[in-house]
């Protein structure tokens, strides 16, 4: 797999309380400069996007905590339920980490994963980040919000989200979203922040994650989020399954 990730704090906030993870990696040391990540592994392959929640007290720690607690049991991904175990896990780390600070209490974060293994993936989510699937040129979204519906003739409230890993000073528990579906060669995977989608049209997002070289797919997301105002933090991991050569 070939996967490129960048997290960059946006035009408004005053610091990035995203985390990225690739295959056990975080990125985001170099502000909006995107890493590339060649990953060939007999083990299931993990990237995510934690976003920690804004205006909530240490939302970049609970994005931490959460995807450290995923990285870990990253290796013994090779079904939904160990992918949904470790986000529960991740939601009692992060209820487990502010208990030590009575200014944490409330902090938490919107997870999304994304699991490789084979011919087969798994999106897991909890909350507002997303993964979608380009295939033949064609964007669908694969991972639930956890967002209220709109009412008749109203517009979503995107900055509304009903379920987060923490994010409430008494302990909550969380019903991750799963997705499961087979991997052919070719795909290609986004997963992002809101602070993505808040501001791309999802025909825009598509036409931008067309491009043939990722890391130049991932500059003209990041830009055109920036020349949109960003006024959240962003992040995006985009993942290409490789051709097999014949």
Not at 50 to 55: E, H, I, M, N, R
Not at 141 to 167: K, M, R
Request: net charge negative; aromatic share 2%.
């Amino acid at each position: 797999m070939d996967v490129v990730a960048v997290t960059h704090r946006g035009r408004e906030r005053g610091h990035n309380e995203d985390t990225v993870s690739v295959a056990g990696f975080q990125s985001g040391v170099v502000e909006g400069q995107p890493v590339r990540f060649t990953v060939d592994s007999v083990r299931p392959v993990t990237c995510l996007v934690a976003d920690g929640l804004g205006g909530h007290a240490e939302g970049g720690r609970a994005s931490r905590v959460a995807a450290a607690t995923i990285g870990d049991a990253a290796p013994l991904f090779h079904d939904s339920a160990a992918v949904v175990k470790a986000v529960r896990a991740a939601n009692d780390a992060v209820y487990e980490e502010m208990a030590h600070h009575r200014a944490w209490t409330g902090m938490g974060s919107a997870i999304v994963v994304l699991v490789v293994a084979g011919d087969r993936m798994i999106c897991v989510n909890v909350g507002d980040s997303r993964c979608f699937l380009l295939r033949d040129g064609h964007l669908v979204q694969l991972s639930t919000d956890d967002s209220p519906a709109p009412e008749a003739g109203q517009a979503t409230i995107a900055t509304v989200v009903t379920q987060t890993l923490g994010g409430r000073s008494d302990r909550g528990e969380v019903e991750p979203h799963v997705h499961e579906s087979e991997v052919r060669p070719g795909d290609r995977f986004l997963l992002c922040s809101d602070g993505l989608t808040d501001e791309l049209a999802p025909e825009h997002i598509e036409e931008l994650a067309r491009e043939a070289d990722p890391v130049a797919a991932v500059e003209g997301l990041l830009r055109a989020t920036l020349d949109a105002g960003a006024h959240d933090n962003v992040s995006i991991v985009l993942a290409t399954v490789g051709v097999e050569d014949r």
